[in-house]
């Protein structure tokens, strides 16, 4: 299996980054209160998948340090 390079493994913590800013107005939206707890669920389940993956992807390239 061919190792990722750093630029595979950034490019895709950037596509993770550029996700979560698309869905920022919504976060900000229910912290205003102007989305409930429920409306803003699934948002926040996939922002959380999403930053989770993000830090997953960093720990990987920490790992090609070695």
Known sequence: MDERTREQIQGEINAYKIALSQTD???LKHA???LSDAEYADT???RNEWRAK???LE???EGLDE
């Open 32 to 34: 205003d209160g102007v």
């Open 25 to 27: 107005y919504k976060a």
């Open 54 to 56: 993000i830090n997953e």
């Open 44 to 46: 926040k389940a996939q």
């Open 59 to 61: 720990e990987e390239m």
